[in-house]
């Protein structure tokens, strides 16, 4: 099958009976289907109501939301999904997927890190944000959470960033949920602050975003990088330093593409190389609300391949190669001296094999294995309330994974010598050389400490907490273009609204 049509989205936070709805209509409008969605992050696969008391979120705005129709089977995925976690996450269910797993039929959770291909595109990602006191840990957290343990536990680790850095090839697409540090200079900072004023200081000391998916953005050199996170809409272009051994000339650049004009568009042909790219388009979008612009369309016109989910090779071999550095300890990983070895083709190629003989088809499509390993919620008890889980289950899909790969499971977190719940922050227990976890964390906002502009964002939300009218389709659908922004970026000036209104 060649050709793909891509929907990228920013933030989910749960709204996915109004994403959905959205993308169908646009098919509708073109006449063209979608075949992908990717969310970059704040996806909240909240299965439950206990799957909320595992959501780093103040109370008052944690709300059930729409997944659980889908993890019930009520509801199915109309588009095969794919997403990475956020800074708003059930930790308990997307722990027991830390290697990617279906969250949902047709619903593919990418893991902490991953790499998976589809319909002949290759598309990484990095689950998470930054924060530098948690970044060396282990992943030391478990349930029952408190308010810290919930909130480190969405924090990226060094393990997840070195493993990407040992890949040699470039995906097409990367995936983060906060921006790449500095890449805020790459596009229309003039516009941005205008939007988001507050991001003056941050962005003029270069402490916005995260060092190392801006590392990982320099290294991997990836066609396309999307994130979210900031509930904006920023596209920016990055050009790379010539390395002309390894670059891969782009055979079509889009249209307009200036430095102030470096958007995707529905009518950009993707490169469709594994090489390293010599620019990247980044693009980072909203959160879904009406009037919103959280959807961007792309067309890959030379993607060729099977619209499923396949497992990739490398990624693989990497996941091999590192097994042994898992680190569920509050104490930093010990990872290998120097910059991080690619795996070599006999690596790959083992790992393949690996694949191909534990597949009943031979192939390396994604199994359809999903189980469910917690009760859906039902709206139909009225006064339930939520209980935080005491412990993590094995999800079926890791087991399944990691038993075609040849490894054992790794991610008992009871097995770790320490307090039997709570993660080592419970109880007001410390453990031996963790004493930098308990630092303020200088590159996040206290969720609990609401600036102007996310009380603006929740009371815009509740207002609309029922996307859909009586058709089922989103008010927003009156002007898609409200949605989407603008297409091609040689009729608008990209970000050049000075307020969304």
């Not at 939007?195 to 991997?220: M, Q, T, V, W």
């Not at 891969?248 to 090489?275: F, L």
């Amino acid at each position: 099958m060649t050709g793909l049509r891509v929907a990228v989205e920013g933030c989910c936070h749960g709204e996915l009976d109004a994403i959905y709805s959205t993308l169908q209509a646009l098919a509708e409008q073109d006449g063209r289907p979608i075949d992908l969605l990717i969310c970059c992050g704040d996806f909240q696969a909240v299965r439950n109501l206990d799957d909320l008391e595992c959501m780093a979120c103040p109370p008052k705005y944690r709300a059930i939301q729409s997944f659980y129709r889908y993890y019930s089977g009520e509801a199915r995925a109309p588009i095969p999904t794919l997403f990475i976690g956020g800074n708003h996450e059930a930790a308990n269910h997307l722990w027991e997927l830390h290697y990617g797993g279906w969250a949902a039929p047709n619903i593919l959770y990418l893991g902490a890190a991953g790499v998976v291909g589809f319909g002949g595109l290759r598309i990484a990602g990095l689950s998470g944000t930054f924060a530098a006191h948690h970044y060396p840990l282990g992943h030391f957290e478990r349930p029952p959470y408190n308010n810290s343990s919930m909130r480190s536990a969405y924090h990226v680790r060094s393990l997840e960033v070195h493993r990407l850095a040992r890949l040699a090839s470039a995906p097409d697409i990367m995936l983060s949920h906060d921006w790449p540090q500095g890449i805020a200079r790459h596009g229309d900072l003039d516009a941005l602050l205008r939007r988001k004023s507050f991001l003056r200081s941050e962005i003029a000391d270069n402490s916005l975003g995260s060092p190392p998916a801006a590392e990982l953005l320099h290294h991997l050199r990836p066609a396309y990088w999307f994130s979210a996170h900031l509930h904006t809409k920023f596209a920016a272009l990055v050009r790379h330093a010539a390395e002309p051994e390894q670059e891969i000339p782009e055979k079509h650049p889009p249209k307009g593409s200036s430095p102030g004009t470096p958007e995707p568009t529905s009518s950009d042909a993707a490169p469709h190389v594994r090489g390293r790219h010599p620019a990247t388009r980044f693009l980072s979008l909203d959160k879904c609300l009406p009037r919103r612009q959280f959807l961007q369309v792309l067309d890959f016109p030379e993607a060729s391949g099977a619209h499923e989910f396949t497992y990739d090779a490398e990624w693989a071999a990497v996941l091999r190669a590192t097994h042994e550095l898992q680190n569920l300890a509050p104490a930093p990983t010990a990872l290998p001296r120097g910059p991080p070895a690619p795996v070599t083709p006999a690596e790959v190629a083992a790992a393949e094999a690996a694949l191909r003989a534990a597949s009943p088809t031979g192939d390396l499509a994604v199994p359809t294995i999903f189980v469910a390993t917690a009760p859906a919620h039902d709206p139909g008890r009225p006064g339930q309330r939520g209980r935080m889980p005491r412990a993590a289950p094995r999800n079926p899909q890791t087991l399944e994974y990691l038993r075609r790969l040849g490894l054992p499971y790794d991610l008992d977190l009871d097995a770790v010598p320490g307090p039997p719940h709570g993660g080592w922050a419970a109880g007001g227990l410390t453990p031996p050389q963790a004493t930098i976890a308990s630092e303020p964390n200088p590159e996040e906002i206290d969720l609990d400490l609401e600036s102007e502009e996310e009380v603006k964002d929740n009371a815009e939300a509740e207002q609309n907490s029922n996307l859909c009218g009586s058709d089922g389709r989103p008010p927003l659908l009156a002007s898609l273009a409200a949605v989407l922004g603008p297409q091609n970026p040689e009729e608008v000036q990209l970000d050049s609204e000075t307020e969304e209104s």
